[in-house]
T-cell receptor, first 112, second 114 residues
Framework: KAGVTQTPRYLIKTRGQQVTLSCSPI?????VSWYQQTPGQGLQFLFE???????NKGNFPGRFSGRQFSNSRSEMNVSTLELGDSALYLC???????????FGSGTRLTVV | AQSVTQLGSHVSVSEGALVLLRCNYS??????LFWYVQYPNQGLQLLLK??????LVKGINGFEAEFKKSETSFHLTKPSAHMSDAAEYFC????????????FGAGTILRVKS
């Protein structure tokens, strides 16, 4: 079965712009969670959506937001980009934690 | 809140030698534990997971890990390292009080010498 698809793979944006990243989970998975990976901070949880509802949110500023659609696809948005937002953004698809989490290949965002 | 500590940010082994990557966790409830591997510019690939049942868990590519509740550890081992094992490895615990969320350790970069 198809895995987790993240688009685009690479993005270059300018400070102050906004960006939208997309994640399509494995068919049947209703939970999508997002993570930011940077060399300095490692892997940090951004938020998790289940059936279009945000259930949990990490410690990130309000510039980071997300949503989930009825087909379970999820988007995350970062507004007013800062240089420090440069990172690999990963999404994970799951049924439950018991079943595990499957990650996409990520979106590499570079802010210049 | 749960947390994960990976001892050693870099581990170097010779090809054919034992691989041991250490992971300790803190959790107030029975944890779900995971090991992931990441190759450069790629996402995370699940190596193995512990949820319930047998405490010795076998994963892909010859890796295994043992859940030891008394030591709050979940160390990853492989009897014989291969060059293709060179990558970064992450231990994680699932925190599910308010939805699905993984808490990761800082990662261990494994180098395999020929």
């Amino acid at each position: 079965k198809a895995g987790v698809t993240q688009t685009p793979r690479y993005l270059i944006k300018t400070r102050g712009q906004q960006v939208t990243l997309s994640c399509s989970p494995i068919s049947g998975h209703r939970s999508v969670s997002w993570y930011q990976q940077t060399p300095g901070q490692g892997l940090q949880f951004l938020f998790e959506y289940f059936s279009e509802t945000q259930r949990n949110k990490g410690n990130f500023p309000g510039r980071f937001s997300g949503r989930q659609f009825s087909n379970s696809r999820s988007e995350m948005n970062v507004s007013t980009l800062e240089l420090g937002d440069s990172a690999l953004y990963l999404c994970a698809s799951s049924l439950t934690g018991f079943h595990g989490y499957t990650f996409g290949s990520g979106t590499r965002l570079t802010v210049v | 809140a749960q947390s994960v500590t990976q001892l050693g940010s870099h581990v170097s082994v010779s090809e054919g030698a034992l691989v041991l990557l250490r992971c300790n966790y803190s959790s107030s409830v029975p944890p779900y534990l995971f090991w992931y591997v990441q190759y450069p510019n790629q996402g995370l690939q699940l190596l193995l997971k512990y949820t319930t049942g047998a405490t010795l868990v076998k994963g892909i590519n010859g890796f295994e890990a043992e859940f030891k509740k008394s030591e709050t550890s979940f160390h990853l081992t492989k009897p014989s390292a291969h060059m293709s094992d060179a990558a970064e490895y992450f231990c994680a615990v699932s925190e599910e009080e308010y939805g699905n969320k993984l808490v990761f350790g800082a990662g261990t970069i494994l180098r395999v010498k020929s």
